[in-house]
C-alpha cells in the first residue's frame, strides 16, 4: 500500500509540473491526448496489482507497451475522449496572441565603429593624403553602428537584377551616382579593373603577409599607427576602408585581390568608385542569397543611409535641407531619433518615399531640380567639399556661372545646410572626358556627365597580364591587333569554336576576325567545379549584346549553356551576378584540361536552336 501511495504521490507531483509549464508557457492548461488518458487508468491499476514494482518508471513502460499491443478500436474510447475535451477547450479558450516571429542573426564585416577609431588617430598630413586620393568624404564619418534589422529589411526588399530597392509599393533603383551622393565617392572615371605587374603583385602580397585567407585588419591598424604619409599609407589606408566599409567580402580579413588595383598609387583618384562599390554590394548580396556564403558582403551603410535619405517619416515640408554627401549628416543621436521615428510610425517602409526630391535614384544631384537652375546645398565650413559640388559649380567656370557671395548669410544654425538657387547666366560648353579616347563631342557642361556614362570611346584596359594600355574599344582592339596578335584565338561569328583552358588558366582572349571586338572566355572556380562564361571587352555603359553559347561534354552527358554577353572594360574578377555555366570538376579530362565548344553570334535574331 505505501508503494502504491508513494507512486501516485510521484505521478501527481509529475502531472502537476507538466501542467504548471504548460500554464506558464499558454497562460492556460492545455488538455491531455488520448494516450495520457489511457496511462493515467493504466498506472493506477498496474501499481495496485504490481506493489513490487520499482515506481513510476516501470509503470509507464509498462503502459507504453500496452498501448503499442492495442487496436484502433481500442484505442477509440480514449481518442473519444480526448476529443471531447479538446473541443471544450478550444471553445471556452480565447484565442492564443501569436509571439513575434525570432529575427534572423545578420553576420557581416562592414563595420563603421572599427574604421571611425582610426579616423580619430589620423594627423593632419594622413588626412591630405586620403583627400588627395578622392576619399576625403570619408573622413566625416560620425556613425559607428549599422542597425541591423533595418539592414536585414532591406536585403529582403533589394532587387539585385535590377539593382533596386522596392519598399513603399515603388521601385528605386541605385545607381553609381547615389553612391556619390550618399558615401561621396566619384561616379565616373575609368572603371576599376585588375592591373599591375605579376611581380609587383607578389611582392605586394609579401608586404602585407597576404595568405588565402587574406591580409589581417590588425596588420593595417598596426601600419596605419605610424605617422606617415606617403604611399604605404596610402595603399594600407585604402586595404583598410574597402575591406571594413565599402566593399568588405565575408571573410574576416580583407581580401588582397585588392592589391590589384592599388598598384599605382597615383591613379587612384581617377577610378569610378561609386560603381565598384554598387557592382560589389550587388554580388555579394547575390552570393550570399544563393547560399555561399554566411556573411553579407558589400557597403550595407550604404543602404542604410540611402533609405534614411529615400523615405521621410514626417511631412514633406518638415524635411531637412540634404547635405551631400549625406555621410556627414547621419550621426549615432540623428540615427537614433530616425529609429525611434520609425517605431512610432509602425515599422520600416511605413514613411513617404522622397527619393526623387532628395535627387536620389535618379542620377541628379540637388535637392529640387528646376530647368533653369541648380539647388545646391551650402556645406558648413568643417565639412570639405568633395567632388560631385566641385564639378556641380562651385569652383567658378569662366564666369560661366554666377557663385554665391562668401559672405552670404545662413539662416538657423551654422551647422545646418540652407539651399539656395544658383542661375545659370550662359551654360557652358566643354568637350568629353574621353577626348583623349577618341571623342569629339563638345557638351554642356552641366550634362557632362550624363553624356560621359553613355559614351561610346569610355576607356576599356587591355586584358594581357602586365600590359596596362588603356583606351576605347576601337582602340583597345587595334592595340591587341597589333601588340598581341599571338596572345588570344580568334574566330570567325556563327561558327563553332573548340577551345582548351589549362588548369591553371582564369582566362582566354578572343577576337572577332570580322570587326575585331574582344571577348572574354573567363573560368572560374567554385567548390564543385568551375564557372564558365563569354564577356564582351566594351564600355559598361554599352547597350549592344552578343549571344553565344558554350558546350561541355563527357562521353554521353552534356552540359550547354545559351545567353547573352554582359560589357565589361576589362578582365572579370571572380564571378559577378550574370549567368554561368558550372562544368563539375569530373568533366575535366585526364591531364585536368576544360575542353569546351563555343559560338558567339554577331546577331540576336537567332532562332531556339
Known amino acids: ?76 474510447k ?26 534572423t542573426k545578420l553576420v557581416t564585416r562592414c563595420s563603421p565603429g572599427r574604421l571611425l577609431n582610426v579616423l580619430q588617430r589620423l594627423t593632419p598630413d594622413q588626412k591630405a593624403a586620403v583627400k588627395s586620393m578622392g576619399f576625403g568624404s570619408i573622413l566625416n564619418l560620425r556613425c559607428r553602428t549599422l542597425r541591423r534589422s533595418l539592414c536585414l529589411w532591406l536585403l529582403e526588399k533589394f532587387n539585385t537584377v535590377r539593382r533596386s530597392l522596392e519598399i513603399c509599393g515603388e521601385r528605386i533603383p541605385l545607381t553609381p551616382r547615389d553612391v556619390e551622393l550618399v558615401m561621396g565617392l566619384a561616379s565616373n572615371g575609368k572603371d576599376v579593373v585588375n592591373s599591375g605587374p605579376d611581380e609587383l603583385i607578389a611582392e605586394l602580397r609579401k608586404k602585407y603577409n597576404a595568405t588565402n585567407r587574406g591580409i589581417s585588419v590588425r596588420l593595417l591598424e598596426e601600419r596605419l599607427a605610424v605617422p606617415e604619409a606617403g604611399e604605404d599609407f596610402k595603399r594600407s589606408f585604402l586595404l583598410y576602408v574597402l575591406g571594413t566599409l565599402l566593399c568588405p567580402t565575408a571573410r574576416l580579413d580583407v581580401s588582397p585581390s585588392f592589391l590589384h588595383f592599388l598598384t599605382n598609387m597615383d591613379v587612384v583618384h581617377q577610378y569610378n568608385w561609386g560603381k565598384f562599390l554598387l557592382d560589389r554590394l550587388v554580388r555579394e548580396v547575390a552570393r550570399y542569397r544563393q547560399g555561399k556564403q554566411r556573411a553579407v558582403g558589400g557597403c550595407l551603410l550604404f543602404l542604410q543611409l540611402f533609405y534614411y535619405e529615400s523615405v521621410a517619416v514626417g511631412e514633406p515640408s518638415e524635411l531637412s535641407p540634404a547635405i551631400f554627401p549625406c555621410l556627414a549628416s547621419w550621426g549615432e543621436e540623428e540615427i537614433s531619433e530616425r ?18 526630391e532628395r535627387g536620389l535614384g535618379m542620377g541628379m544631384l540637388g535637392c529640387r531640380t528646376q530647368p533653369d537652375s541648380i539647388h545646391l546645398a551650402i556645406i558648413p565650413p568643417e565639412i570639405e567639399d568633395y567632388p560631385l559640388l566641385e564639378q556641380a559649380g562651385l569652383d567658378q567656370v569662366n564666369g560661366g556661372m554666377i557663385m554665391a557671395e562668401e559672405n552670404m ?68 582592339s587595334e592595340h591587341f591587333s597589333s601588340k598581341h596578335w599571338d596572345s588570344g584565338r580568334r574566330f570567325q561569328y556563327n561558327s563553332p569554336l573548340p577551345v582548351t583552358l589549362n588548369k591553371n588558366e582564369t582566362f582566354l582572349v578572343l577576337q572577332a576576325e570580322k570587326d575585331g571586338i574582344l571577348f572574354l572566355l573567363n573560368k572560374g572556380t567554385e567548390s564543385i567545379g568551375h564557372t564558365v562564361m563569354i564577356t564582351c571587352i566594351s564600355p559598361s555603359s554599352s547597350k549592344e549584346q552578343y549571344l553565344y553559347d558554350i558546350v561541355s561534354e563527357r562521353g554521353n552527358s552534356c552540359l550547354r549553356l545559351k545567353s547573352y554577353t554582359n560589357n565589361y572594360p576589362g578582365r572579370v574578377e571572380g564571378s559577378p551576378p550574370v549567368d554561368f555555366l558550372l562544368v563539375p570538376f569530373g568533366f575535366l579530362n585526364s591531364t585536368g584540361k576544360l575542353d569546351l565548344e563555343m559560338c558567339i553570334w554577331n546577331s540576336t535574331d537567332i532562332g531556339a536552336d
Open 1 to 76: 500500500m505505501m508503494v502504491v501511495m508513494r507512486n501516485e504521490q510521484e505521478y501527481s507531483e509529475s502531472e502537476g509540473s507538466r501542467a504548471k509549464k504548460k500554464k506558464k508557457h499558454d497562460g492556460t492548461s492545455r488538455p491531455a491526448c488520448s494516450w495520457v488518458h489511457f496511462s493515467r487508468e493504466f498506472i493506477k491499476e498496474y501499481t495496485a496489482s504490481h506493489p513490487e514494482s520499482s515506481g513510476l518508471k516501470a509503470a509507464t513502460k509498462a503502459a507504453s507497451d500496452a498501448w503499442k499491443l492495442m487496436s484502433p478500436d481500442e484505442k477509440a
Open 409 to 476: 548669410p545662413i539662416s538657423g544654425n551654422e551647422g545646418n545646410a540652407v539651399c539656395v538657387d544658383i542661375e545659370i547666366a550662359d551654360p557652358v560648353r566643354a568637350p568629353c572626358r574621353n577626348a583623349q579616347y577618341g571623342c569629339t563631342d563638345i557638351v554642356d557642361y552641366t550634362k557632362r556627365k550624363e553624356h560621359e556614362e553613355v559614351c561610346v570611346c569610355a576607356p576599356c584596359a587591355c586584358p594581357v597580364r602586365k600590359c596596362h594600355f588603356v583606351g576605347s574599344s576601337t582602340q583597345l
Open 78 to 103: 480514449y481518442t473519444n475522449r480526448a476529443r471531447e475535451v479538446w473541443d471544450k477547450y478550444l471553445s471556452t479558450t480565447p484565442a492564443r496572441v501569436p509571439k513575434p516571429r525570432r529575427q
Open 339 to 356: 529609429e525611434k521615428q520609425e517605431r512610432e510610425l509602425g515599422g520600416y517602409g511605413c514613411g513617404e518615399v522622397v527619393y526623387k
